[in-house]
């Protein structure tokens, strides 16, 4: 593959299709665009700069109508594979035997929320359930302000934790389309590559943020429910370290009487390939966590866990149900992954063969001006590319090129950060060193774009 002729997307197309672009896809990707179009309307995005029909997955490979493989590096949603049979067969069997609310006692759902809660710290004792991530997080936003008494959120610049008219009002990563409220001040994300520490560390840097942030709350009469942030922050760029950063803002939150929210529903479920969990490569305890996405392998389930004293009054007297979370089929879901996760040792595997990977691509960015860092944890992984290494700049053109080279080599990446120039790189679990060998000689071609 002659790299130098992949055509490099205009920014604001990062890893998305250019619907500009139509006539020059084959007629029958053409016509079942148009039908998307037509029936979906215009908010449904395509990835990449040539769309993939994609009809078919086993383990960590997709594959197109005309069968060709694609090696997945970026779905951390089917997290012990795509198609695994062990989650394959329990919900199939539990379709068969019932599927109903948590407002009947099934052995089932005590016997995954015991084992989940397992996972956590002690102090983290209550799991309620919900369908998707942006849920967990809206009820946990809720749980927050009734608890505390205010109304106040602090999150990251470039932070992302759903959908919901709620949630999307603290996810600033949706863009100036999506008001932020005026409850909600932005502190800066973890970056220790452009955020000035001549005056302190990192953590230094981010206590005297968040200092501010509390401040200009109370100054507008508003006080703190909650700090919540993605554990890995995807979405900003993928900033795992030093580990220990989230202390100082856990003290600060809590010195005001407001609680801390992790959201793991993207570094939870043993990524990291340190933990259970992304909180806990920080050694801090969150007042509530939130988990999604990987916990069904596709299956819509999610959950807010809580240190239990924070449900006694907002038990009493909020009334709270959610018809399908926690449902029959989608528990069995949950169990099998949780299953599977421990049977298979895949935080285990996350750890050895992330670091391959994280060495192997420090390996060949050696040398690249415009590769700034290669970050992560385990199955979680950011490479920061820049215009040059004096400015630091973020070139989020040359990460479009690169995701796009790396789907022509039939490698499926995507990208994150404020200016899209982190190439974001979370395979499923069962990725395997043959897997890795695979990624770094695609990157390896990939990279000679930059050179």
Avoid at 202 to 211: A, C, K, M, P, S
């Amino acid at each position: 593959m002659d790299t130098s002729q992949i055509r490099k997307p205009s920014r604001a197309m990062i890893n998305g299709f250019d619907p500009n672009r139509l006539d020059e896809l084959p007629e029958h990707m053409q016509k079942n665009i148009r039908r998307r179009d037509q029936s979906l309307g215009p908010s449904y995005r395509l990835f990449y700069d040539t769309p993939l029909e994609i009809v078919r997955g086993k383990g960590v490979t997709l594959f197109d109508r005309d069968g060709n493989d694609y090696l997945d590096v970026y779905n951390n949603v089917p997290s012990v594979g795509h198609a695994h049979p062990r989650v394959i067969a329990a919900v199939h069997e539990q379709m068969q035997t019932l599927n109903t609310n948590t407002r009947y006692v099934q052995e089932s759902i005590l016997k995954y929320s015991e084992q989940l809660l397992s996972t956590f710290p002690a102090e983290l004792g209550n799991v309620m359930f919900t369908c998707t991530g942006s849920e967990a997080n809206d009820l946990a936003m809720r749980v927050a302000k009734y608890a505390t008494g205010n109304q106040g959120i602090i999150v990251t610049s470039g932070a992302y934790h759903g959908l919901t008219t709620e949630v999307a009002s603290f996810s600033p990563s949706l863009g100036i389309g999506v008001p932020l409220g005026a409850n909600v001040r932005v502190i800066d994300p973890p970056d220790s590559l452009r955020y000035p520490l001549d005056q302190g560390s990192l953590e230094d840097h981010l206590r005297n943020q968040v200092r501010a942030a509390i401040a200009d709350l109370h100054r507008h009469g508003i006080g703190v429910a909650a700090f919540i942030a993605d554990s890995i922050f995807s979405s900003d760029g993928v900033f795992t370290g030093p580990a220990g950063f989230l202390g100082p803002i856990v003290e600060e939150i809590h010195a005001v009487g407001g609680l801390y929210i992790a959201d793991e529903v993207q570094p939870g479920f043993g990524r990291t390939g340190e933990a259970w969990w992304g909180f806990q490569r920080h050694g801090i305890v969150p007042d509530i966590a939130t988990i999604g996405k990987p916990m069904g392998n596709g299956i819509p389930v999610a959950a807010a866990i809580f240190k239990p004293e924070l449900l006694l009054e907002f038990g009493k007297n909020i009334r709270y149900f959610n018809t399908f979370g926690g449902n029959s089929v989608a528990i069995a879901a949950a169990q099998a992954v949780l299953d599977v996760i421990r049977e298979e040792s895949l935080i285990e595997n996350a750890h050895k063969v992330g670091e391959k990977i994280i060495t192997g691509l420090k390996d060949l960015s050696q040398g690249l001006d415009q590769v700034a860092e290669v970050r992560g944890s385990g199955f979680f992984i950011g490479v920061d590319l820049v215009t040059d290494q004096s400015t630091l700049t973020p070139d989020g053109e040359a990460a479009a090129g690169i995701v796009n080279v790396l789907r022509e080599d039939r490698i499926l990446i995507s990208a994150c950060g404020a200016q899209g120039n982190v190439l974001k790189l979370r395979p499923p679990m069962p990725f395997s060193s043959n897997d890795a060998d695979r990624l770094l000689e695609a990157m390896g071609r990939a990279f000679k774009a930059l050179r």
